[in-house]
T-cell receptor
């Protein structure tokens, strides 16, 4: 158990809908990262927050957004869903933004868009 | 840019065989390097890491050495077990994110 929690574990929805994925980092960690794992793209970095502020963006679509709240939990919002958004979404956390810091991953949320 | 290349899978071995999974990287500067493992139906777990050249990371019988001259971080284990069956990801850390290889699926037969 990494100490990172994600809810829900599974999500099934229809095209055009909007969903919210939630992540709670390990106790004391200030950085939260979101990754998408799909069969065709592999593991891709989406976005990072550090202590409530956006720190870096990766291959995140404009239909997707995220935020980190004062209690440090984070939410990833996916809207106007398409079939291709079906994937496993991971949250990770680390103590700081330092490049030597280990990122600890949650169990993931499996999103299925029908 | 930054990228990681892993050996193509899947890899199938017999129990107690020697394992090598090759990983090479391209990066500016000297990134930290990681191996993560994903067991069926689970998230990613950190297996080992190395933060500078010639560092050796080790855990659960697995080892990998950060080789700057060959830009490699190959994963090795002397005697694999059925419980090692999983997908293994090599990754490098650039300031704000991890860049992953495509993953290598390992199956160990009894």
């Amino acid at each position: 158990d990494s100490g990172v929690t994600q809810t829900p574990k599974h999500l099934i929805t229809a095209t055009g809908q909007r969903v919210t994925l939630r992540c709670s980092p390990r106790s004391g960690d200030l950085s939260v990262y979101w990754y998408q794992q799909s069969l065709d793209q592999g593991l891709q970095f989406l976005i990072q927050y550090y202590n409530g502020e956006e720190r870096a963006k990766g291959n995140i679509l404009e239909r997707f957004s995220a935020q980190q709240f004062p209690d440090l939990h984070s939410e990833l919002n996916l809207s106007s869903l398409e079939l291709g958004d079906s994937a496993l979404y991971f949250c990770a956390s680390s103590a700081t933004s330092d490049s030597a810091d280990t990122q600890y991953f949650g169990p993931g949320t499996r999103l299925t868009v029908l | 840019g930054n990228s990681v290349t892993q050996m193509e899978g899947p890899v199938t071995l017999s129990e107690e065989a020697f394992l090598t999974i090759n990983c090479t990287y391209t990066a500016t500067g000297y990134p930290s390097l990681f191996w993560y493992v994903q067991y069926p139906g689970e998230g990613l777990q950190l297996l080992l890491k190395a933060t500078k050249a010639d560092d050796k990371g080790s855990n659960k019988g697995f080892e990998a050495t950060y080789r700057k001259e060959t830009t490699s971080f190959h994963l090795e284990k002397g005697s694999v077990q059925v419980s090692d069956s999983a997908v293994y990801f090599c990754a490098l850390r650039v300031p704000q994110k991890l860049v992953f290889g495509q993953g290598t699926r390992l199956t160990i037969n009894p």
